[in-house]
């Protein structure tokens, strides 16, 4: 089960939410989308763009985005990115993501029935989640200490900053601390995500998605940093998010600013390339 939060209208310990229901993803019937390897711009406005236009191989640019989240703290030893490619998904194997490297990278089927060796066990979250949103290019998966706490205290994050915008009007939350080791559970976590760009999972950590893996990594580092000012602000009193023009403004604009934001953390990390 999992929620979503209206702009403006979010009281401390009291957050009115309105419900989504959980979509479905059938083994074996996980179809490609419609971003094509190398060509992961042109995505609709109710979800991701392309913001990073700098061509990259794409085993390369995911095994990259892996060790900027090792780097900056977001994974410990768990944890996983992913591309679309065609017909397929890549993804990081299961393994510190410090270690990845391109040639460490595996292909795994949209239409997969079974994980080959070395996937991680959740890469069915992203095989559900590439199957309901035709508009995602890449998915991180994380857990930023932050994550777990605001999973635990809310069922939606509102957007508190203008940043925060960029993970959309708000961040459902999906109310289960299951493993995704399986279709079914997959599924019902990414039916939570229609739109936006984030997902909190309670404790379980978070998915973000992007247009590449250099954008979908960036903004896990703004989910963290939006769950940090949420835990921050709530015990003070009221919280009043951004309004709904606000929030327009500010996505308006991601396009533009979030590319930055990848440079400077793949700089941090010492993997500017």
């Known amino acids: 089960m999992c929620a979503t939060v209206k702009a ?41 763009r392309a913001v990073n236009p700098a061509p990259e191989d794409p085993r390369s640019e995911v095994a990259r985005a892996a060790r900027v989240l090792s780097a900056i703290g977001l994974v410990t030893a768990y944890g996983h990115v992913s591309a679309r490619a065609g017909t397929a998904m890549l993804i990081t194997p299961a393994a510190d ?12 089927p949209l239409t997969a029935t079974a994980l080959p060796l070395g996937a991680p066990a959740e890469a069915w979250a992203h095989l559900a989640v590439y199957q309901v949103r035709s508009d995602v290019g890449a998915i991180a998966r994380a857990q930023p200490p932050g994550a777990f706490a605001a999973a635990a205290v809310t069922s939606a994050l509102p957007a508190l900053h203008g940043q925060a915008a960029w993970l959309g009007a708000s961040v459902p939350v999906h109310d289960s601390a299951l493993l995704l080791r399986s279709p079914d559970l997959a599924a019902q976590a990414a039916g939570c995500l229609p739109e936006g760009e984030a997902l909190l999972m309670r404790g379980n950590g978070a998915l973000t998605l992007g247009a590449t893996p250099g954008v979908a990594a960036a903004r896990m580092w703004l989910l963290s940093a939006a769950c940090d000012a949420f835990l921050a602000a709530r015990p003070a009193g009221p919280v009043k998010p951004l309004t709904a023009g606000e929030i327009t403004s500010w996505r308006a604009v991601q396009d533009e600013l979030l590319p930055r934001l990848w440079q400077h953390l793949s700089r941090r990390a010492g993997e500017s390339g």
């Not at 419900?19 to 109710?46: M, P, S």
């Not at 993501?97 to 795994?108: D, N, Y």
């Open 8 to 48: 403006g209208a979010v009281q401390a310990g009291a957050v009115k939410v309105g419900t989504v229901k959980a979509g479905t993803v059938e083994a074996g019937a996980v179809k490609a989308g419609t971003v094509k390897a190398g060509r992961r711009g042109g995505e609709r406005q109710r979800g991701v």
């Open 97 to 108: 993501l410090a270690t990845v490297t391109a040639s460490g990278v595996i292909e795994v």
